[in-house]
């Protein structure tokens, strides 16, 4: 079956920079737009940075400038470097994808399973 699996989270000064990653796995034909969002204790989850199959990029206000999302086809994974981090980035950050398993016509949404990332002195 299709997963996504999140890694690179973890606890960082203010100020201090992440790397996240998010590797597809199974039976996949072909994915499309990937992106990370991320869900703070007693808020919604919040759209962070999108990309699609070519490149194209697209970031949350909050985030803009200091993260940068980027993909590596080959390996079915998304990135996000976080730099100039702040507390207020502190959340669990999932990463989605668009995916067509190989099995069948239809495309789906699919999520992993969330990477804290807690950002404090």
């Known amino acids: 079956q299709v997963q996504l699996v999140e890694s690179g989270g973890g606890l960082v000064q203010p100020g201090g920079s992440l790397r996240l990653s998010c590797a597809a796995s199974?039976?996949?034909?072909?994915?499309?737009?990937m992106g990370w969002h991320r869900q703070a204790p007693g808020k919604q989850r919040e759209l962070v940075a999108t990309i699609t199959s070519g490149g194209s990029t697209n970031y949350a206000d909050s985030v803009k400038g200091r993260f940068t999302i980027s993909r590596d086809n080959a390996k079915n994974t998304v990135y996000l470097q976080m730099n100039s981090l702040r507390t207020e980035d502190t959340a669990l950050y999932y990463c989605?994808?668009?995916?067509?398993?190989?099995?069948?016509?239809?495309?789906?949404?699919?999520w992993g399973q969330g990477t804290q990332v807690t950002v404090s002195s």
């Open positions: 199974g039976s996949i034909f072909s994915i499309n737009a």
């Open positions: 989605n994808a668009e995916i067509k398993p190989y099995r069948f016509r239809s495309w789906g949404d699919y």
